[in-house]
């Protein structure tokens, strides 16, 4: 079975950029469709970005639209997410996944295979 461990988050400014890696063990990672989510305590997980597992097709939440990039690399089992321009509103616990779909929208009942998730936070 896949797992994933997300790794790179901390502590940045607004204004700032943080890459924010998942590692995959059990299977080849690039036979799946993968995707970041987030979550503040009191809210739903909510879709950042997803990528497919075939042709590249990637996609956004309006909310980071422009300012996220989403990427994998086959050698190194292993997707980023390239955050830019961060804001407070960005602060979270990102979660990556995979086996889903990624479609417009991204919800968490597309993917089967979470990692245990890892804190970003944003302030001055």
């Known amino acids: 079975q896949l797992q994933l461990v997300e790794s790179g988050g901390g502590l940045v400014q607004p204004g700032g950029s943080l890459r924010l890696s998942c590692t995959a063990s059990?299977?080849?990672?690039?036979?799946?469709?993968k995707a970041w989510f987030r979550q503040t305590p009191g809210k739903e997980r909510e879709g950042v970005s997803c990528?497919?597992?075939?042709?590249?097709?990637?996609n956004y939440a309006d909310s980071v639209e422009g300012r996220f990039t989403i990427s994998s690399d086959v050698a190194n089992n292993t997707m980023y997410l390239q955050m830019n321009s961060l804001t407070p509103e960005d602060t979270g616990v990102y979660y990556c996944?995979?086996?889903?779909?990624?479609?417009?929208?991204?919800?968490?009942?597309?993917?089967?295979?979470w990692g245990p998730g890892i804190q970003v936070t944003v302030s001055a």
């Open positions: 996944a995979a086996s889903g779909l990624c479609p417009r929208r991204v919800a968490v009942s597309y993917y089967k295979y």
């Open positions: 990528i497919d597992s075939i042709g590249g097709k990637t």
């Open positions: 059990g299977d080849t990672f690039n036979y799946y469709t």
